[in-house]
């Protein structure tokens, strides 16, 4: 069971209720008839929403907290009942929020930054062995993204302009073969030659794009 834990400062008359998944469990619902049943532990501050099967068993479980995002707001979610593993922990300072995701270990997976008015800044994310998988600053344009797989190894990398990839865009094995290599065009849409290769290097196929339309394919 997650437990949250609310900071003093947090507002309690504001409406806007933040809502937070903290984990889902999806079993086989065959036979089974979902049944939502809401609890609260204060319903001016916090509660929970579980959803259930016709068993009993919880599909789902969500913890709610009321508030907006204000300077000096601050919450946190914790892996036990003592709130000594934490597993999320949010705050805003100033015009700046920032939210920090946690494993069971205490390691770090997740650091996100934002503004208050919900715009994306920066984020960052760890594989559990600590192995850093991917790093991107929203604010730079445009965004040049590269994403690793948690043996280090390069997983894909790419250039994104006002929400579209655009240009080179490569895409490798996690025993570092390339595995396919295209261009993106205007609007995201692919463009010219693609080409795939197996996991040992091999030329498998290749594409020609002209601005999103697939005009021919060879396969090897």
């Given at each position: 069971?997650?437990?949250?834990?609310?900071?003093?400062k947090?507002?309690?008359?504001?409406?806007?209720?933040?809502?937070?998944t903290?984990?889902?469990?999806?079993?086989?619902?065959?036979?089974?008839?979902?049944?939502?049943?809401?609890?609260?532990?204060?319903?001016?501050?916090?509660?929970?929403?579980?959803?259930?099967?016709?068993k009993?068993?919880?599909?789902?479980?969500?913890?709610?907290?009321?508030?907006?995002?204000?300077?000096?707001?601050?919450?946190?979610?914790?892996?036990?009942?003592?709130?000594?593993?934490?597993?999320?922990?949010?705050?805003?300072?100033?015009?700046?929020?920032?939210?920090?995701?946690?494993?069971?270990?205490?390691?770090?997976?997740?650091?996100?930054?934002?503004?208050?008015?919900?715009?994306?800044?920066?984020?960052?994310?760890?594989?559990?062995?600590?192995?850093?998988?991917?790093?991107?600053?929203?604010?730079?344009?445009?965004?040049?993204?590269?994403?690793?797989?948690?043996?280090?190894?390069?997983?894909?990398?790419?250039?994104?302009?006002?929400?579209?990839?655009?240009?080179?865009?490569?895409?490798w094995?996690?025993?570092?073969?390339?595995?396919?290599?295209?261009?993106?065009?205007?609007?995201?849409?692919?463009?010219?030659?693609?080409?795939y290769?197996?996991?040992?290097?091999?030329?498998?196929?290749?594409?020609?794009?002209?601005?999103?339309?697939?005009?021919?394919?060879?396969?090897?």
């Amino acid at each position: 069971m997650l437990i949250l834990k609310i900071n003093k400062k947090v507002s309690l008359g504001l409406r806007l209720c933040i809502l937070i998944t903290i984990f889902t469990v999806t079993p086989n619902l065959s036979n089974a008839q979902a049944i939502n049943k809401t609890i609260y532990s204060d319903t001016s501050v916090v509660g929970s929403d579980n959803t259930y099967d016709a068993k009993g068993e919880v599909l789902e479980k969500y913890y709610y907290i009321y508030g907006k995002n204000l300077p000096g707001e601050h919450w946190q979610v914790y892996y036990d009942s003592n709130f000594t593993k934490i597993l999320l922990d949010y705050y805003c300072d100033n015009d700046s929020c920032i939210t920090l995701q946690y494993f069971s270990n205490g390691k770090l997976e997740r650091k996100e930054v934002g503004t208050i008015q919900g715009q994306y800044v920066y984020e960052e994310i760890w594989c559990e062995n600590g192995q850093l998988v991917r790093k991107v600053d929203f604010m730079q344009q445009p965004n040049h993204i590269v994403n690793y797989y948690c043996n280090g190894v390069k997983k894909n990398e790419f250039n994104r302009i006002a929400g579209f990839i655009k240009g080179d865009y490569k895409w490798w094995y996690n025993n570092g073969q390339i595995r396919l290599e295209g261009l993106y065009g205007d609007m995201g849409t692919e463009d010219g030659t693609w080409k795939y290769f197996s996991d040992e290097g091999t030329l498998l196929k290749e594409e020609i794009w002209e601005k999103g339309v697939l005009k021919e394919t060879k396969e090897y």
